[in-house]
T-cell receptor, first 110, second 112 residues
Framework: EDKVVQSPLSLVVHEGDTVTLNCSYEVTNFRSLLWYKQEKKAPTFLFMLTSSGIEKKSGRLSSILDKKELSSILNITATQTGDSAIYLCALFTRDDKIIFGKGTRLHILP | NAGVTQTPKFQVLKTGQSMTLQCAQDMNHEYMSWYRQDPGMGLRLIHYSVGAGITDQGEVPNGYNVSRSTTEDFPLRLLSAAPSQTSVYFC???????????FGSGTRLTVV
């Protein structure tokens, strides 16, 4: 009964490629959807998305939430080896919990 | 400004032993949570707190206790450690009205 499902679970691409990571969820009544990047230690916050559908961008990373499809995508263009990490999607629920998916492990080959 | 401090960083326990994982934050954040991370499982919520004196269960609370007597501290207690509790534990905090958690650096716990 996973509430947050990420795909793919693992991805290997070459430097310079563009990748799209997916996050789908079952909960409809939530505050926001969050994306985190985890390298060797603790996750670091990337984006917060709401049902407004507004795209968020930060450099080569961008993300948007599709309210109809109950999903979100995280795009990374012109990937670099430093983008290698686990990318975590999470839902911030109405009862103040943050529930994470299992993550996508991204590996960028030089 | 230390952020979220977790101690210890590494711990090995024998089955049946008890211990407390410490978590302290100096940002005056109301919300604090404990997660465990296992390979291929992402982060799973153990317990969380929305303020001093208030705690609630997350997705995987069994075998763990918490208390929140002050805003700064949110210790996680393992009363009788089991090998299934071998994991990396993260404490996180955030301010009310914000969405981005600040995570501690984690505690790697091994139960043998």
């Amino acid at each position: 009964e996973d509430k947050v499902v990420q795909s793919p679970l693992s991805l290997v691409v070459h430097e310079g490629d563009t990748v799209t990571l997916n996050c789908s969820y079952e909960v409809t009544n939530f505050r926001s959807l969050l994306w985190y990047k985890q390298e060797k230690k603790a996750p670091t916050f990337l984006f917060m998305l709401t049902s407004s559908g507004i795209e968020k961008k930060s450099g080569r990373l961008s993300s948007i939430l599709d309210k109809k499809e109950l999903s979100s995508i995280l795009n990374i263009t012109a990937t670099q080896t430093g983008d290698s990490a686990i990318y975590l999607c999470a839902l911030f629920t109405r009862d103040d919990k943050i529930i994470f998916g299992k993550g996508t492990r991204l590996h960028i080959l030089p | 400004n230390a952020g979220v401090t977790q101690t210890p960083k590494f711990q090995v326990l024998k089955t049946g032993q008890s211990m407390t994982l410490q978590c302290a934050q100096d940002m005056n954040h109301e919300y604090m949570s404990w997660y465990r991370q296992d390979p291929g499982m992402g982060l799973r919520l153990i317990h969380y707190s929305v303020g001093a004196g208030i705690t609630d269960q997350g997705e995987v609370p069994n075998g763990y206790n918490v208390s929140r007597s002050t805003t700064e501290d949110f210790p996680l207690r393992l009363l009788s450690a089991a090998p299934s509790q071998t994991s990396v534990y993260f404490c996180a905090s955030r301010q009310q009205g914000t969405y981005g958690y600040t995570f501690g650096s984690g505690t790697r716990l091994t139960v043998v």
